[in-house]
């Protein structure tokens, strides 16, 4: 990410050791460092990496009633007057700092086994393709499982409509009195068959896509706790640190999704004559379920200005490392085709030379190439997977859209023979 993108801004003072007097200003936080600026001068009076910081500290002495400080090396900075509150800044700060270094520790696992090839950078951004296509086969797979509840409490309202039916014949006939012990056994049954859906719903928040930390803002500015994000197929489910349920926002109960940052959302719901229920969730890992957000809800998501650089970024990204994974698997089957149609004739000094030339410029080991030749088989059986359950949706919303149809004749043809029998 750009270092210029600025992740939050706080008016504060900041301590200057050498000058021993304090400094309005703002403390800028970006997605790799800590930066200061002051308000009259402009002057950057302090800038760091976040990698850099060993100790984040809310403290306080006769001189200073509430600071926080950052112990960067062997240099300590003091900040005060922090607004809303210092709180909210240091949460925000150990957030990001916390994933700062999860990151560098990841990173430096992977160069305990460097990357010596294009094999494996090959490797990789086919990897991500899949671990990509195989988050859109769950969120499609889910709302396959949703149409199947539909479509099954709908076959329950036929079954339901049949049994009023029954009873509108019973009573239109004027022969005998209609409540017998029989034509009450069939409204008992559907009232048990209500208690199915229930139990649907509570299936419904199974298969997390992705969980990601966050800090929670509700309300208030001043309002700000560490949390999680759990983004589902059926919807987005909001936990505190402790994994305690906050809110659960269904899918289909979500107003509007506004993108602020690359790091930073929020979530709406609208209610009718009560407060509206909104979220806002600032998080390292944003970016990562951004994608997802705007997969689930690309009619309500709303990209703000700070944030459309971001996206059109990641857009122009995908499709250079799209354009590059076939260009490097064109030169690679046209390596392997020259070499093995190489004429007998041209074996010789010339032909070791350029034997051994190939051998130095080979890029893809055979063992690489084995791998993103299983990857791709992946790949391709769920590219025919998706397709399949993507036909299947389109006969279940066929089928619900008929039924519905149907539904809605039979309800208002008993509405017109009860107003008969009133």
Same mark, same amino acid.
């Given at each position: 990410?750009?270092?210029?993108?600025r992740i939050?801004?706080?008016?504060c003072s900041?301590y200057i050791?050498?000058?021993?007097?304090?400094?309005?200003? +703002?403390?800028?936080?970006?997605?790799? %460092?800590v930066?200061?600026?002051? =308000?009259?001068?402009?002057?950057l @009076?302090? !800038?760091?990496?976040?990698?850099?910081i060993?100790?984040?500290?809310?403290e306080?002495s006769?001189?200073i009633?509430?600071s926080?400080t950052?112990?960067?090396?062997?240099?300590?900075?003091?900040?005060?007057?922090?607004?809303?509150?210092?709180?909210?800044?240091?949460?925000?700060?150990?957030?990001?700092?916390?994933?700062?270094?999860?990151?560098?520790?990841?990173?430096?696992?992977?160069?305990?086994?460097?990357?010596?090839?294009?094999?494996?950078?090959?490797?990789?951004l086919?990897?991500?393709?899949?671990?990509?296509l195989?988050?859109t086969?769950k969120v499609?797979?889910?709302?396959?499982?949703?149409?199947?509840?539909?479509? +099954?409490?709908?076959?329950?309202?036929? %079954?339901e409509?049949?049994?009023a =039916?029954?009873?509108?014949s019973? @009573?239109? !006939?004027?022969?005998?009195?209609?409540?017998?012990?029989?034509?009450?056994k069939?409204?008992?049954d559907?009232?048990?068959?209500?208690?199915?859906?229930t139990?649907?719903?509570?299936?419904?928040?199974d298969?997390?896509?992705?969980?990601?930390?966050?800090?929670?803002?509700?309300?208030?500015?001043?309002?700000?706790?560490p949390?999680?994000?759990?983004?589902?197929?059926?919807g987005?489910?909001?936990?505190?640190?402790?994994?305690?349920?906050?809110h659960?926002?269904?899918k289909k109960?979500?107003?509007?999704?506004?993108?602020?940052?690359?790091?930073?959302?929020?979530v709406?719901?609208?209610?009718?004559?009560k407060?509206?229920?909104?979220?806002?969730?600032l998080?390292?890992?944003?970016?990562e379920?951004?994608p997802i957000?705007?997969m689930?809800f690309s009619?309500?998501?709303?990209?703000?200005?700070?944030?459309l650089?971001?996206?059109?970024a990641?857009?122009?990204?995908?499709?250079?490392?799209g354009t590059?994974?076939?260009?490097?698997a064109?030169?690679?089957?046209?390596n392997?085709?020259?070499?093995?149609?190489?004429?007998p004739?041209?074996?010789?000094?010339?032909?070791?030379?350029?034997?051994?030339?190939?051998?130095?410029?080979?890029v893809v080991?055979?063992?690489?190439?084995?791998?993103?030749?299983?990857?791709?088989?992946?790949?391709?059986?769920?590219?025919l997977e998706?397709?399949?359950?993507?036909?299947?949706?389109?006969e279940?919303l066929?089928?619900?859209t008929?039924?519905?149809?149907?539904?809605?004749m039979?309800i208002?043809?008993?509405?017109?023979?009860?107003?008969?029998?009133?």
């Amino acid at each position: 990410m750009n270092e210029d993108i600025r992740i939050h801004t706080w008016p504060c003072s900041y301590y200057i050791n050498s000058e021993k007097r304090w400094v309005s200003g +703002k403390l800028s936080l970006t997605p790799i %460092s800590v930066r200061f600026t002051a =308000d009259k001068s402009g002057e950057l @009076l302090a !800038s760091f990496h976040l990698s850099s910081i060993s100790e984040i500290k809310k403290e306080s002495s006769h001189f200073i009633f509430s600071s926080l400080t950052i112990l960067e090396n062997s240099t300590k900075h003091w900040f005060s007057s922090l607004q809303p509150n210092r709180n909210v800044v240091f949460n925000i700060l150990e957030h990001f700092w916390r994933e700062q270094l999860l990151f560098i520790e990841g990173a430096g696992a992977q160069a305990v086994c460097p990357q010596t090839s294009k094999g494996k950078e090959l490797t990789g951004l086919l990897m991500s393709s899949e671990k990509r296509l195989g988050d859109t086969a769950k969120v499609l797979e889910h709302q396959g499982e949703q149409f199947d509840n539909i479509m +099954k409490g709908l076959n329950k309202i036929e %079954s339901e409509m049949d049994v009023a =039916d029954r009873l509108l014949s019973e @009573l239109e !006939s004027p022969s005998w009195w209609p409540f017998g012990s029989k034509l009450l056994k069939g409204p008992s049954d559907g009232a048990k068959s209500k208690e199915i859906p229930t139990a649907s719903e509570s299936g419904n928040k199974d298969g997390v896509i992705i969980r990601i930390p966050v800090i929670i803002t509700e309300k208030t500015d001043s309002n700000v706790k560490p949390g999680k994000l759990a983004l589902l197929a059926s919807g987005l489910e909001i936990s505190d640190s402790n994994s305690q349920l906050l809110h659960w926002f269904d899918k289909k109960d979500v107003d509007d999704v506004k993108v602020h940052t690359p790091y930073e959302i929020s979530v709406r719901q609208r209610f009718i004559g009560k407060p509206d229920i909104s979220y806002r969730l600032l998080s390292a890992k944003m970016p990562e379920a951004i994608p997802i957000l705007e997969m689930q809800f690309s009619k309500k998501i709303q990209f703000m200005e700070d944030a459309l650089g971001f996206v059109r970024a990641r857009r122009n990204h995908q499709e250079e490392v799209g354009t590059s994974i076939w260009q490097a698997a064109t030169g690679l089957i046209g390596n392997m085709v020259h070499t093995g149609s190489t004429p007998p004739s041209s074996r010789g000094a010339e032909g070791s030379q350029q034997a051994q030339m190939q051998k130095q410029e080979q890029v893809v080991s055979e063992a690489d190439a084995q791998e993103m030749k299983q990857i791709l088989r992946r790949l391709k059986s769920l590219a025919l997977e998706t397709e399949t359950e993507l036909e299947r949706q389109d006969e279940a919303l066929d089928a619900i859209t008929s039924s519905a149809d149907r539904a809605t004749m039979n309800i208002d043809k008993q509405n017109r023979r009860m107003k008969k029998l009133t």
